[in-house]
């Protein structure tokens, strides 16, 4: 099992940016894809990215691409989520989630979650 650890999370005005990043405790993160998923209050948890192992494929939910970039440091054991032009409708809770294979949009197919990290977007 892999430990993963969110970071970065913060109060921030709309259409200003932050980057989120989560730290893997194994060296064979190396071989997870990795993903981001957020739940706002009230709602279930979705999907927001997810990036393969190689960090060659990456897949964006429609309500983030363009403006939400995933990548990943394998040297470092870390993902970033980096978030521009954010807008009050992301505010939520945001994970990071690990599972050995390819990269996926449904939550149901990682294996590994962190706790989370609070975003909040002021209008």
């Known amino acids: 099992q892999v430990q993963l650890v969110e970071s970065g999370g913060k109060l921030v005005q709309a259409g200003g940016s932050l980057r989120l990043s989560c730290a893997a405790s194994r060296r064979t993160f190396s071989t997870y894809a990795m993903g981001w998923f957020r739940q706002a209050p009230g709602k279930e948890r979705e999907f927001v990215a997810a990036?393969?192992?190689?960090?060659?494929?990456?897949l964006y939910a429609d309500s983030v691409k363009g403006r939400f970039t995933i990548s990943r440091d394998s040297a470092k054991n870390t993902v970033a989520l980096r978030m521009n032009t954010v807008t009050p409708e992301d505010t939520a809770v945001y994970y990071c989630?690990?599972?050995?294979?390819?990269?996926?949009?449904?939550?149901?197919?990682?294996?590994?979650w962190g706790q989370g990290t609070q975003v909040t977007v002021s209008s």
């Open positions: 989630a690990g599972r050995a294979g390819s990269a996926r949009r449904l939550q149901v197919e990682y294996e590994d």
């Open positions: 990036i393969s192992w190689t960090g060659g494929i990456t």
